[in-house]
C-alpha cells in the first residue's frame, strides 16, 4: 500500500458553541487518524497569524481542505485574511511560487438555504460551484486540484430532520477514501457536490 | 507528666510510621490511623483501657469537622443541589437504613434497636471517599460529584440521627449501665460499654447541665435561645470580632479566636444539653459567606485533621480482635454481605437518577462501606443505651472492616470497571466541568480579571490579605476572602486541590513568586496567570513556573503608543499592524531573557544573557535608525502586492 496522503483540515466557524453541523463534522475530524485538524479561531482568536507556521503545515500536507459554515456567499473572514496572508508571492503562486503544486483542494461547507434556491431559477440564482469560483481559481493560480465541495444544505434545520448523523459518516467516507488515494479526483473535480454519490466516485479496487 | 509523654509518643510515633505508608499503598490516611490503632492496641498491647478516655477528647475532631463541613455550605450552593441531596442522598440513607433494620428484624433484634443499627450502617466514610476521590483525581466527575452529593447529605443527616437517637433508648439498658462501671468483657478488655462511658463523660455532662430540675418551657426557651444566640452572634458578632484580631496581623491569635469561637460553642451546647456538633454546624453555616471563612478553614484544619486521626486511632486500638477471630467467618460475611447490599442499592438509585456507565459503578462502589461517623453514632448510642455493648461491639468490626475494604473496591474500579466500561469522552473542544479560579489580590488588577472571569459564569474564590478592601469591596458585592494567599495552607481552603486556573494579581512581588513556586510544584494541574511588576520580576516569575506572564503596565502603554502614532497622522491600521509586530517581538525577546535568566547570578555576570541581550539591543537600534529591516518586513509581510512586473504564473523549472 502507498503512503497515505496526508490531510490537512483548516476549521473556521466564528460561533463554533452554536454549531450543530459543522461542530459533529469537526469532532468527527479529530478523530479520524492521521489528519491534522486546526480550529483557525482557537488558534488566531485575533486573526494574528503566523505565517511561517502556516505555510510550513501546507508544504507538509497532500491534501488542504477548507471546512466552514457559508457566510455572504463566501467563506467566513478568517479564511479569508487566512489566504491573503499566508499564500504568498513566492510561496503560493508568481516566480518561486510552487509550494502548493500538485495538491488537492476541498472545500467543505454547509450553508442555510435549501438547495432549491442555489441555480438560476433560485432566490441565491448561482450554483454553489459558481459562489466558489473565487476559491477554484485561487486552487488553480496555485497549481492546486480543485474539486467539487462537500457539501449540506439547510443546515439549520439538518439536526430536526435527523440529517447530521449521515452526513458526519459521508464526511467519514470521504476523508479515508482521500487518505487512501480511491477518490477519482478526474471525476469528483465535474460533479456539482461529492456526496452526491461518494460510492460512484471510488476507484475500483485493485 | 512522663506518662503523658509516653502516650503521645506512641500515638505520635505510630501515626508517623502508619499514614506515610497507608499513604504510599494506595490506601489512605484514615486507614493508616486505623491500623496504627490496632497495632499499638489489641497487637502490641502499647496501649489500653484509656484509649476509651482519649477518644472523647478526640471525638472534639467530629464537632471541628462538622464545623468545617457547615463552612463549606453556602446556603446558595446547598440550593443548587437539592435534588440530588434530598432525592439521591436521602433515598440512599432510608433504603440502606430500612434494609438494615429488616434484616436485623429478621434475626430478631428488636425494633428500636434494629433502627439504630440501620442509621449507624447506612452512613459511608466521608473522610475515606473525599479523600480518595480527589487523590485519584475523580472528584469534579460524574460519578465523584454524585458521591459528593450524598456524603453531604449523609453529613447533614448525622445531626438529626443525632438527635434522634436518645428517643431510642432502651430502659434496660439505660439502667443497668448507669452505675455499675467499667465492664470487664470476656477477653479481658475494658468494652466500650455504656457503663464506663456513663462513667467518664455523660456523669460530666449530668452536672454540665444547668438546666435540670427547671420546668420544661423554660428548657425549651433556654434551648431556642442558644440557637438564636450562635446564629446571631455568628452573624453580627464574629465580624467586627474577627476583623479587630486581624489588625493585630498576628497569625497564632487568629488561630486562637477561632478555636475560642469552637470551644465557646460547644461548651454552650454542652451546658445546654443540646449536641456540640450541631451548634459548631449551626455555626459553620452562618459563617460560610464571611471573609473569614477561608481563614478560619486554613487555620482549624490541622487540628481537626490531628483530632480525627487520633480518632481513628482509639477506634483501631479499640477493636476487639479476640471477637473477630472467634466468629471470623460470621462477621466477614456479614461485612461482605453490608457491602453488597449498600452496592446494590446504590447501583439502582445511580440507574433511577441517570447516572451513566462508569460513573455509575464509581458512584456505588465508592460509598459501599460504612464510615466514620458510624464510629461516632456508635459509641453515642452506647452512651444512650441504645445499643448493648456487645451489638456495638461486633458494628464497630464491621465498620472498621468495611472501611479496610474500601481501597480494595476503588482498585477494582480503576482496574476493571474503567478498562471495560469506555463512556463517551468529554470532547476536546467542549468546556465540560470547569473547575474553580482562585484570584489572589483583589487591588485594581485582581478585579478587573474577577469581573471578567464572573460576567462568563465562572465561580472565582477571592482572596486579599487587606482587609479593610475585602470589607470595603464586600459592600459592591464583590465576594472577596480575608487572609494571606500565599500562605499554602489558605490556598488549600480555599480549593487550590480542584481549582482550574490561579490568577496571582499580587501587589507584593515576593509573595507573588512564593506563591507561583509553591503551587507550580505541588498542585501541578493549575494553570496560573501571573501578573508581573516589570522585567526582571517576570523573569524571577518564569524561573519559579509561570508561563502566562502579564507585565502589568506592558498592555496599557502598547495602547498609549498606539495612540500617540496616530496623533502623529499614520493610518490606524498601520498602527495596528506596526503595534502587533511591537507585541510579539517584546514578548519573544522576554521569552529567550527569561529562559536564559539565572536566579543565582546577576544579569550582568551571565554571559548568554548579556549576548543575546546586546543582540537585541542592536536590533532595536537599527529599527530607531530607519534601517527597519527586518521589522519592516514583518509590518507588512502578507499584505504586500506582488511585484510589480512579477508573473503571477510561475513559469517554473
Known sequence: MPDARRILVLYAHPAHDRSEVNRPLARATRRMQDITFVDLYSEYPTLEFDIDVEQDRLRAHDVIIFMFPMYWYSTPAILKEWQDLVLEYGFAYGTGGTALSGKTFLAALTTGGPETAYNAEGYNHFTIRELLAPLEQTASLCRMRFIAPFLLHSARRAAEEGRVGTHVAEWRQVLAALQSDRLDLEAAAKVSHLNADIDGLLKEEL | ?653
Open chain 2, 1 to 653: 507528666m512522663e506518662s503523658l509523654l509516653l502516650q503521645a509518643t506512641i500515638y505520635l510515633a505510630a501515626a508517623v510510621i502508619a499514614v506515610p505508608v497507608a499513604n504510599r499503598l494506595g490506601l489512605g490516611s484514615v486507614l493508616g490511623y486505623l491500623i496504627a490503632g490496632v497495632v499499638i492496641g489489641p497487637l502490641l498491647g502499647f496501649v489500653g483501657a484509656e484509649t476509651k478516655d482519649l477518644q472523647h477528647y478526640a471525638e472534639f475532631g467530629v464537632v471541628m469537622m462538622l464545623f468545617l463541613i457547615g463552612l463549606e455550605l453556602e446556603p446558595r450552593a446547598l440550593w443548587a443541589m437539592r435534588t440530588r441531596l434530598i432525592g439521591l442522598g436521602g433515598l440512599q440513607i432510608i433504603l440502606t437504613a430500612g434494609a438494615v433494620m429488616g434484616f436485623c428484624m429478621a434475626v430478631g433484634i428488636p425494633t428500636s434497636i434494629a433502627l439504630a443499627v440501620g442509621l449507624v450502617l447506612a452512613l459511608s466514610s466521608t473522610a475515606i471517599v473525599m479523600q480518595t476521590l480527589s487523590e485519584k483525581g475523580l472528584t469534579t466527575s460524574e460519578g465523584g460529584r454524585s458521591a459528593f452529593s450524598v456524603l453531604l447529605s449523609q453529613d447533614i443527616a448525622v445531626i438529626p440521627m443525632l438527635a434522634l437517637i436518645p428517643l431510642l433508648a432502651l430502659p434496660e439498658l439505660v439502667v443497668e449501665s448507669g452505675p455499675s462501671g467499667p465492664v470487664i468483657g470476656e477477653t479481658g478488655h475494658v468494652e466500650m460499654s455504656s457503663g464506663a462511658d456513663d462513667h467518664g463523660s455523660d456523669a460530666d455532662h449530668g452536672s454540665m447541665n444547668l438546666l435540670e430540675g427547671l420546668p420544661g418551657w423554660i428548657v425549651t426557651l433556654i434551648l431556642l435561645g442558644s440557637v438564636v444566640v450562635i446564629v446571631l452572634g455568628g452573624h453580627y458578632l464574629t465580624r467586627p470580632m474577627f476583623r479587630f484580631i486581624a489588625q493585630a496581623k498576628l497569625q497564632e491569635i487568629f488561630t486562637a479566636a477561632a478555636l475560642l469561637m469552637i470551644i465557646g460553642i460547644a461548651l454552650l451546647m454542652t451546658v445546654v444539653g443540646l449536641s456540640p456538633a450541631l451548634g459548631t454546624f449551626l455555626a459553620g453555616v452562618v459563617l460560610a459567606n464571611s471573609e473569614y471563612r477561608h481563614e478560619l478553614e486554613a487555620n482549624l484544619e490541622p487540628f481537626k485533621g490531628l483530632l480525627l486521626g487520633l480518632f481513628f486511632i482509639t477506634v483501631g486500638a479499640g477493636i476487639n480482635f479476640g471477637l473477630l477471630f472467634s466468629d471470623i467467618f460470621v462477621i466477614l460475611g456479614l461485612t461482605l454481605g453490608l457491602m453488597a447490599m449498600k452496592f446494590a442499592i446504590l447501583y439502582v438509585l445511580g440507574i433511577l437518577f441517570r447516572i451513566r456507565g462508569q460513573a455509575r459503578w464509581l458512584f456505588a462502589l465508592s460509598l459501599a462501606q460504612a464510615g466514620e461517623f458510624g464510629f461516632v453514632l456508635l459509641s453515642f448510642t452506647t452512651q444512650n443505651g441504645v445499643i448493648p455493648a456487645d451489638l456495638a461491639e461486633l458494628l464497630l468490626l464491621i465498620v472498621a472492616l468495611s472501611m479496610l475494604f474500601t481501597p480494595g473496591l476503588f482498585i477494582f474500579f480503576e482496574r476493571v470497571i474503567s478498562r471495560r466500561i469506555t463512556v463517551e469522552m468529554p470532547e476536546e473542544d467542549e468546556i465540560t466541568e470547569t473547575g474553580t479560579v482562585i484570584v489572589a489580590g483583589l487591588g485594581r488588577f485582581g478585579q478587573i480579571v474577577n469581573r471578567m472571569l464572573l460576567s462568563q459564569g465562572h465561580k472565582t474564590v477571592v482572596l486579599d490579605y487587606h482587609n479593610d478592601l475585602v470589607a470595603g469591596l464586600r459592600k459592591f458585592g464583590v465576594e472577596g476572602f480575608f487572609g494571606d494567599p500565599s500562605r499554602p495552607e489558605l490556598l488549600i481552603a480555599a480549593g487550590i486541590r480542584e481549582a482550574s486556573v490561579l490568577v496571582v494579581s499580587l501587589d507584593d512581588r515576593q509573595k507573588a513568586v512564593d506563591m507561583v513556586q509553591y503551587v507550580a510544584r505541588e498542585h501541578p494541574h493549575v494553570k496560573i496567570v501571573a501578573r508581573a511588576y516589570d522585567r526582571i520580576h517576570t523573569y524571577q516569575l518564569y524561573a519559579a513556573g509561570a508561563r502566562e506572564i502579564v507585565r502589568e503596565t506592558f498592555d496599557s502603554s502598547v495602547r498609549a503608543g498606539k495612540y500617540a502614532l496616530e496623533a502623529l497622522g499614520h493610518h490606524p491600521f498601520a498602527v495596528e499592524k506596526a503595534a502587533r509586530v511591537y507585541v510579539k517581538q517584546d514578548r519573544a525577546h522576554l521569552a529567550d531573557l527569561a529562559r536564559l535568566w539565572d536566579p543565582e547570578q546577576s544579569p550582568t555576570e551571565n554571559e548568554a544573557y548579556v549576548a543575546r541581550a546586546r543582540q537585541i539591543n542592536d536590533e532595536l537600534n537599527a529599527a530607531m535608525k530607519g534601517m527597519r529591516t527586518e521589522f519592516h518586513d514583518r509590518t507588512e509581510r502578507g499584505w504586500t502586492p506582488p511585484p510589480k512586473g512579477g508573473k503571477p504564473q510561475d513559469d517554473g523549472e
